[in-house]
C-alpha cells in the first residue's frame, strides 16, 4: 500500500511456504537518518550452520 500524497511504500504482505501472510505497516517515519549498514546484513554462513546441527 502507497500513500497517495507521497507514493511511499507504507505496508506490505507477504504469504509464506505454509500460506500464511503477515503484514507489515510503517509510520512516524523520519527521513535523513544515517543507519550502520551492518544492521542489514544477514549472516547466511552462521545460518547454515545452525541449520545442519
Do not use: H
Request: proline letters at 2%.
Amino acid at each position: 500500500m502507497f500513500d497517495r500524497a507521497t507514493n511511499e511504500l507504507r505496508q506490505w504482505t507477504v504469504t509464506d511456504a505454509q500460506g500464511l501472510d503477515t503484514t507489515v505497516a510503517v509510520y512516524n517515519l523520519k527521513g535523513g537518518m544515517d543507519w550502520n549498514k551492518d544492521l542489514f546484513k544477514i549472516p547466511y554462513g552462521r545460518i547454515a550452520i545452525s541449520e545442519r546441527q
